[in-house]
């Protein structure tokens, strides 16, 4: 009786270590989170409501780490063809780099018209980092949050290891757009410029309450805009990667098919991720040249 009890136990304790669907949808869609729990002390969130309870003040470890790591791969790689440049036959590596400052270079030339040396190098720190981030979506979705998790090394619970599924990542490179486009608009237009530019527009001097409302909500829905656009796609791709994970547990039939869907929205979600890294130093560029433009 000793034997099937302890038998019995073990079975109950494997139900309840096995995941739901939503249960596995809501693990992967949980950041690890630090903050203050409610009995006052600080440390990481054990679950999902935990982690909601810690408020405003909370922060997505694994956003934080992975985008630092990823911005100094970029650092790396660049840093690495810099060095390896020559005149003569060109590594991969060099032709790599050539070939995307070309681009960031021809996408500059046709969108900014102003003079400014920092847009080029800002157009390509947005538009590499905001590609490796993308880039995290297309590993398997189960693989480090497995290798780091309780049934790998057992180190973190949660783990997101694409960025630009978080708002809180998103929303940051957005205000940091955000903060440029206000210091090029006071520094080229000037204070009394840049107020009258949002008072006096579109409609003139007598609408001033007016212009100041729509102008107003034209500048903010920039960085917001930004921001959405960007973890919007990007959370919907992952999504579909995790239902897709899904089906691996079903029976083998459903399991190969899950593998084949896999493959396809893999190869097709390359294009969606170099497409809002494009995008969003698109908008970056056009957003900074408009607040270099003097409207009289």
């Known amino acids: 009786m ?36 409610p009995e006052g002390g600080w440390g990481l969130a054990h679950n999902a409501d935990e982690a909601a309870s810690m408020g405003f003040w909370a922060f997505h470890v694994d956003t934080l780490f992975w985008s630092v790591i990823l911005g100094l791969t970029f650092i790396y790689i660049f840093n690495k063809a810099a060095k390896q440049a020559t005149a003569g036959v060109p590594s991969g590596i060099q032709n790599f780099a050539e070939a995307v400052i070309e681009f960031i270079d021809s996408s500059v030339k046709g969108s900014f018209s102003s003079r400014n040396p920092l847009i080029a190098p800002l157009a390509l720190t947005i538009f590499i980092w905001i590609f490796l981030m993308n880039f995290m979506d297309l590993l398997p979705v189960d693989w480090i949050p497995y290798a780091l998790g ?19 990542a998103t929303f940051g490179l957005a205000l940091g757009v955000f903060i440029l486009i206000l210091y090029y608009s006071i520094k080229i237009k000037g204070p009394g410029g840049f107020a009258a530019e949002l008072t006096l527009q579109p409609l003139g001097k007598w609408a001033m309450p007016a212009n100041l409302i729509l102008e107003g909500v034209s500048l903010l829905a920039k960085p917001v805009s930004l921001s959405l656009r960007l973890f919007g796609n990007m959370y919907a791709g992952e999504m579909i990667f995790i239902l897709i994970a899904l089906m691996y547990g079903a029976s083998f039939s459903v399991g190969a098919f899950g593998a084949l869907l896999q493959v396809g929205w893999a190869i097709f979600h ?27």
């Open 2 to 37: 000793a034997v099937k009890d302890v038998e019995t136990e073990l079975e109950i304790m494997a139900a309840e270590q096995t995941l739901t669907s939503t249960e596995y949808i809501k693990h992967h869609l949980t950041n690890l989170t630090f903050g203050q729990h």
């Open 270 to 296: 390359i294009l969606i991720i170099t497409l809002q890294a494009f995008i969003f130093m698109t908008l970056t560029i056009v957003y900074l040249d408009m607040a270099h433009q003097e409207h009289h």
């Open 150 to 168: 309780d049934s790998g090394l057992g180190i973190v619970h949660f783990m997101k290891v694409v960025p630009t599924t978080d708002p809180n």
